[in-house]
């Protein structure tokens, strides 16, 4: 157990709708990174939060947001979802703050997305 | 394009028999960690690796970090079928902000 929590574990949705997907970091992480993980593009970064603010931004698209709450958890949004976001959704925590170099990230058990 | 080019993709071996894994990029590296990832669970850290030049040691796997920061690889010795699993090369860029990942290798051990 990595002591990273993700809800939902499982989400079948219809394509132009829109869901929350859920985290809590390891207890007294402060960052907290959001990937997608499909078949054909393996792991891909989203988007990081430290502290409550953005920090880093990767292959997130614009009908994708997220955002990280003063306890910490973080939720990331999925709207006007598409058949091709079917995939698994992780999340991970660092104790680690930005700027340290030895990033160590910790992974939650995934959430799979399937739009139908 | 893949960042980080993990090599090979896909690896089914004999109980016993020693394998490397390939992690390579043009970019450089603050830190560089290797994951094990089973189906349907996250990807379990292995090993973090930040001086250029680093091995370290867990047990049957070797990892090693190049002088320039910029690839690694993974050395298993005497594969089991524990082993088998998805093995993912990160790296860490602007010091820890972004983390990127490599495509996996797919390793299957066979007894």
């Known amino acids: 157990d990595s002591g990273v929590t993700q809800t939902p574990k499982h989400l079948i949705t219809a394509t132009g709708q829109r869901v929350t997907l859920r985290c809590s970091p390891r207890?007294?992480?402060?960052?907290v990174y959001w990937y997608q993980q499909s078949l054909d593009q393996g792991l891909q970064f989203l988007i990081q939060y430290y502290n409550g603010e953005e920090r880093a931004k990767g292959n997130i698209l614009e009908r994708f947001s997220a955002q990280q709450f003063p306890d910490l958890h973080s939720e990331l949004n999925l709207s006007s979802l598409e058949l091709g976001d079917s995939a698994l959704y992780f999340c991970?925590?660092?104790?680690?703050?930005?700027?340290?170099?030895?990033?160590?990230?910790?992974f939650g058990q995934g959430t799979r997305l399937t739009v139908v | 394009t893949q960042l980080l080019e993990q090599s090979p993709q896909f690896l089914s071996i004999q109980e016993g028999e020693n394998l490397t894994v390939y992690c390579n990029s043009s970019?450089?590296?603050?830190?560089l960690q290797w994951y094990r990832q089973e189906p349907g669970e996250g990807p379990v850290l292995l090993v973090t690796v930040v001086t250029g030049g680093e091995v370290k040691k867990l047990k049957r796997l070797t990892f090693q970090f190049g002088d320039a920061r910029k690839d690694s690889s993974l050395h298993i010795t005497a594969a089991q079928p524990g082993d088998t699993g998805l093995y993912l090369c990160?790296?860490?860029?602007?010091?820890?902000?972004?983390?990127?990942f490599g495509a996996g290798t797919i390793l299957r051990v066979k007894s």
């Open positions: 991970a925590s660092s104790a680690l703050a930005p700027g340290t170099g030895g990033t160590e990230a910790f």
């Open positions: 207890s007294g992480d402060l960052s």
């Open positions: 990160a790296g860490a860029l602007e010091y820890g902000n972004k983390l990127v």
């Open positions: 970019s450089v590296f603050s830190s």
